[in-house]
Structures are given as C-alpha cells and as structure tokens.
C-alpha cells in the first residue's frame, strides 16, 4: 500500500493550478469523472501526485464540498492490491463507507471513499488500478 494521490478541492484548475507552478511543478494531464461530477487535474510529485479537484457543477460533491468548507485538501488516497477486500475488512471494523461498490475513478482506476467520520476527520480513498489505468 502507498499514497496514491492527495485531493485538493479547487473552484478552477486554472486558479488552483499557480501555486503549484511558483514551485516548479507542471500539469501533466486532465481527465473529467463525470459519475464524481469532476475535472482532475494531475501534478506528479515524486511517487505520488497531487490532484486539483474542480466542480463540474455546483452539485457534484466537490462543489458542495467548496461550498461547506472553501478550497482545500478535500482527501488522501491509498492504493491497494483488492478493493473489495479492503472494503470488506474496512466493513468488519465498523467503518461507514460511502458506497456498495468500487466506482470508477480518475485513471481508469475502481474507488471508494471510507467516511470522514470513522478515520479521525479525513476523507479516506481507496484506489485499485485496472488493465484501463
């Protein structure tokens, strides 16, 4: 396991993006997630990446999430070997996750997100790479 991506929630990757730029660090793609309501923009960083999160609309979750709380860090992401193993213990353990199944994410990847509430305040996610990502 490793951290895969860390989430930041921006209004616009455009605006989200300059800080980032003042660093040295570049965009290397976008990729929209239209079953997350999301354009993701990637900025590799070493073995991780850093994703900027903008809204495809206000009522995607990261535009509610913009809305509650501003921009920000909106998550941290785990890669795991099985999801619905990681899922499954996860469940076991009393964690509250907020889907059944895997969903499709950035990258060709299956994801999920484990509550806030049940990892000390941090949105948790879970990514398993496919054959597509």
Known sequence: MK??????AV?????GLEPYRVLGL??????????QGVR?????????????LEPMG???????????RGPGLHHICLRVDDIRASMSRLREA????????????????LVCF???ASTGGVLLELSQPTDEG
Do not use: N, W, Y
């Not at 209004?11 to 605006?15: D, F, G, V, W």
């Open 11 to 15: 209004r616009s990757l455009k605006e």
């Open 58 to 68: 206000e009522d995607s979750p990261i535009g509610r999430h913009l809305e509650r």
């Open 3 to 8: 951290v895969d991506h860390i989430g930041i």
């Open 26 to 35: 570049e965009l290397a793609g976008t990729e929209e997630v239209p079953g």
């Open 94 to 109: 009393g964690m509250r996750l907020l889907s059944d199944e895997p969903q499709a994410g950035a990258h060709g990847c």
């Open 114 to 116: 484990v509550h806030p």
């Open 40 to 52: 993701v923009g990637f900025l590799p960083l070493g073995e991780t990446r850093l994703e900027l």
